[in-house]
Structures are given as structure tokens and as C-alpha cells.
């Protein structure tokens, strides 16, 4: 995913998005344990875009992105 795609989301779109890319990243590592991973690079790639997201929520001066994070999933998880 690019910075200007980024950018261009809102706060909220952008926790999603990372709730999203570390689940991704979770599964990826799962992949690679079982040996059924195609692209190992994905794993690099997937990382890099959470840095990315990161680095936006922090230039917005966002706070407590760890905890907001964890509200979040709490929230998936109850709403299964």
C-alpha cells in the first residue's frame, strides 16, 4: 500500500486497516511455520505497511494506539 492511499484515509479507516494488516501478518506466520507459504517476502512487505500505517497515526499526534487497537479487537470478537 502506498503513503498517498494512506494519507488519504481517516483516522478510523487507518486502525482498521492495521487491526487488518496484523491479523494478515499473524496468518503469514502461521504460513511460514507449515511451510505453505508461496511468497516469503509477503511477510516483509506486510510489516512494512503496518510501519507505514503506524508512522501516519503517530504524524497525527494519535495517542494510545496499542490500547485503541485492543478496544478494537475486543470489539470484533464480541460482535462474532
Given at each position: 500500500?502506498?503513503?498517498?492511499?494512506?494519507?488519504?484515509?481517516?483516522?478510523?479507516?487507518?486502525?482498521?486497516?492495521?487491526e487488518?494488516?496484523?491479523?494478515?501478518?499473524?496468518?503469514?506466520?502461521?504460513?511460514?511455520?507449515t511451510?505453505?507459504?508461496?511468497?516469503?517476502?509477503?511477510?516483509?512487505?506486510?510489516?512494512?505497511?503496518?510501519?507505514?500505517?503506524?508512522?501516519?497515526?503517530?504524524?497525527?499526534?494519535?495517542?494510545?494506539?496499542e490500547?485503541?487497537?485492543?478496544?478494537?479487537?475486543?470489539?470484533?470478537?464480541r460482535?462474532?
Amino acid at each position: 500500500m502506498k503513503m498517498e492511499e494512506l494519507i488519504s484515509m481517516k483516522t478510523d479507516e487507518l486502525h482498521n486497516e492495521l487491526e487488518r494488516l496484523r491479523r494478515h501478518l499473524f496468518d503469514l506466520r502461521a504460513q511460514s511455520v507449515t511451510e505453505k507459504l508461496e511468497d516469503p517476502h509477503q511477510i516483509v512487505k506486510t510489516r512494512r505497511d503496518i510501519a507505514r500505517v503506524l508512522t501516519i497515526l503517530r504524524r497525527r499526534g494519535e495517542q494510545n494506539i496499542e490500547q485503541r487497537q485492543a478496544h478494537l479487537t475486543a470489539e470484533a470478537t464480541r460482535n462474532r
